[in-house]
């Protein structure tokens, strides 16, 4: 499946019966379209929804049974800068976890201003703010008729791309997502309004007169800070410089980062801002043979940056949220898997946790000499260790995906035997309770195994961002 198809729909009913039911139903309800019915027993939103999601299934070679629904809704107005995944928002709003459809759907039934805006990110994405490699984003226009389909599991949402706004102006859509479960607690669609006409659709893979148009851009466009405000901060109008560069004939467009232009770019000034200390960043993230005296090499160990009492407050609550709610993760790591728990899910120590970052953050900038404001430490995921001498107690040699990593003992070094921090260069750490050690992600390293007690760490990926000013 591609992350993003459009397609033209040819219909027998005009647009303006379709925007005219809609008009007359103003409830924003989203429903399930009842396979049980007759077609005949089917309102016109019905046979419209049914003929599309039929289109749809057959495309993908998935056959219809008691496992597939059709769920849809209409929108009348542009709901702007509101960019989410689409999910059971039933079981979002009760455990937290995205269950997502097979595929999205949105059929535009009059032109508008305000685009569709779709990008490659997910909710891992998201929840790691893993986007410096995302550089892709589409912008689909509303034309009369235009539909189209996405993956998902990629954040989207109306946005103004214009300095005048017409975003108050009617926007009409019909968004329709296909199932291979049953979303909760989503009513099927039922009304007296039956209609004896025939609905004739066809759908063609190509849109009239629309190609869609590549414009190539740089970081200085799309970039980690324009999907942090877009999703973190909510920031608003964060396309207007998008709108700047576009054609308002056209209504399909893919702006992508021209990475070689770009990377050259990006090179020079950061060279000129930051002189060799880029020759020692781009060094020790190449995969290939390291030299000898790189700044990010070093390690460092830096004592009692939490006391005995802030510790085993941290493991309590953790074995407390572990008690309550089905226990320690165990896959949240693909390829090194730990037995841990996400600070966020901790909800008494994250605030904490999240304010000692300043003192992390100011021994980072002082043990790599990197006094200077425009470099940002972005902490991407910290979560709590759990080591044991029965169940998982160790961890193999192994990098880390990010640019550096610390780590804080919890436990006294009395209630466990063994363990430490091996280097592939053959040192071994072995800090005491509540002492911080910061190393660099890139450097192979692994937990060596406890023989008795359990032994529970704080442990932090690190990336490092260099604004530039252009």
């Not at 219909?11 to 009842?34: A, G, P, R």
């Not at 896959?331 to 304010?355: A, C, M, Q, W």
């Amino acid at each position: 499946m591609n992350v993003f198809d459009t397609w033209n729909i040819h219909s027998s009913v005009k647009s303006e019966e379709f925007i005219k039911f809609i008009i007359e139903n103003k409830k924003n309800n989203t429903y399930l379209l009842d396979f049980s019915k007759n077609v005949c027993e089917f309102s016109l939103i019905e046979k419209f929804v049914n003929n599309i999601a039929l289109f749809h299934l057959n495309r993908l070679d998935i056959h219809i049974n008691n496992n597939i629904y059709v769920e849809f809704w209409w929108k009348l107005e542009a709901d702007t800068d509101n960019f989410h995944l689409d999910c059971d928002e039933y079981i979002k709003n009760v455990t937290g976890e995205y269950v997502s459809p097979l595929l999205s759907c949105v059929t535009y039934l009059n032109d508008h201003a305000c685009p569709t805006v779709i990008t490659n990110v997910n909710f891992e994405d998201y929840k790691y703010k893993n986007f410096k490699n995302h550089n892709c984003i589409y912008l689909s226009f509303p034309r009369e008729w235009k539909h189209i389909t996405f993956d998902s599991k990629l954040f989207h949402g109306i946005s103004n791309v214009f300095e005048n706004d017409e975003s108050n102006k009617p926007r009409y859509m019909l968004a329709i997502n296909l199932w291979d479960k049953k979303p909760v607690n989503i009513e099927y669609f039922s009304t007296t309004n039956y209609d004896n006409n025939d609905v004739n659709i066809s759908i063609s893979n190509t849109l009239d007169n629309a190609i869609i148009e590549t414009v190539k851009t740089s970081k200085d466009l799309i970039n980690f800070n324009l999907f942090e405000s877009l999703l973190y901060k909510k920031h608003k109008n964060l396309f207007l410089d998008f709108g700047k560069l576009i054609n308002t004939n056209k209504h399909l467009y893919k702006f992508i980062v021209d990475e070689k232009s770009d990377k050259e770019k990006m090179e020079n000034s950061l060279k000129t801002k930051y002189g060799n200390i880029m020759d020692d960043i781009n060094e020790i993230m190449n995969n290939k043979e390291l030299i000898k005296y790189n700044r990010f090499l070093q390690r460092f160990n830096y004592n009692k940056i939490y006391s005995p009492d802030i510790c085993r407050w941290i493991i309590n609550e953790c074995e407390l949220y572990a008690a309550n709610n089905e226990g320690w993760t165990k896959k949240r790591h693909g390829s090194y898997p730990t037995t841990d728990l996400p600070i966020d899910l901790v909800k008494p120590i994250f605030n904490f946790i999240t304010e000692s970052f300043k003192t992390i953050n100011d021994k980072i900038i002082k043990s790599y000499c990197l006094d200077n404001s425009k470099l940002q430490l972005n902490f991407k995921d910290i979560f709590v260790v759990k080591y044991k001498f029965d169940e998982q107690n160790y961890l193999d040699l192994h990098c880390d995906g990010s640019f550096l990593s610390f780590q804080i003992l919890l436990s006294n070094t009395s209630s466990f035997e063994g363990g430490g921090t091996y280097f592939d260069d053959g040192l071994t750490l072995n800090p005491e309770q509540g002492d911080l050690i910061i190393h660099s992600s890139r450097i192979k390293h692994s937990g060596l195994p406890i023989t008795k007690g359990v032994r529970y760490l704080l442990v932090g990926f690190i990336d490092l961002n260099l604004e530039i000013e252009v």
